[in-house]
Nanobody, 125 residues
Framework: VHLVESGGGSVQAGGSLRLSCIASGLNVSAYSMAWFRQAPGVVREGVAS???????RYKENVQGRFSISRDSAKHSIDLQMNRVTPEDTAVYYC????????????????????WGQGTQVTVSS
């Protein structure tokens, strides 16, 4: 089972970026999936999640700017990032957990068992 992130890079504040997580060895429709991020010196934090039923949850300060989506045919989970700010600079990780996570665990690292290697996002002002 592997998760591979792509789409990271450098972007100016106010711009957009789309991250993709390709899953191999698992059915993304049967898993709770999420995007986390970690900036230097900061604990890893949950950004967005999507459950098997399609319900999603977002970190408060990305609500309305970021959107998580699932493409079962492509075995992928995408994160559309709009109106980015320098505070969005971090390494972004994809994570997965079989089944439907409780709401309290959706944006918490302890809820997930499978992790990708991360992709760097850098936002310049």
């Amino acid at each position: 089972v592997h998760l591979v992130e792509s789409g990271g890079g450098s972007v100016q504040a106010g711009g957009s970026l789309r991250l993709s997580c390709i899953a191999s060895g698992l059915n993304v429709s049967a898993y709770s999936m999420a995007w986390f991020r970690q900036a230097p010196g900061v604990v890893r934090e949950g950004v967005a999640s999507i459950r098997p039923d399609g319900s999603s949850r977002y970190k408060e300060n990305v609500q309305g700017r970021f959107s998580i989506s699932r493409d079962s045919a492509k075995h992928s989970i995408d994160l559309q990032m709009n109106r980015v700010t320098p505070e969005d600079t971090a390494v972004y990780y994809c994570a997965a957990r079989l089944g439907t996570l409780a709401p309290s665990l959706l944006l918490r690292t302890e809820g997930y068992r499978i992790w990708g290697q991360g992709t760097q996002v850098t936002v310049s002002s």
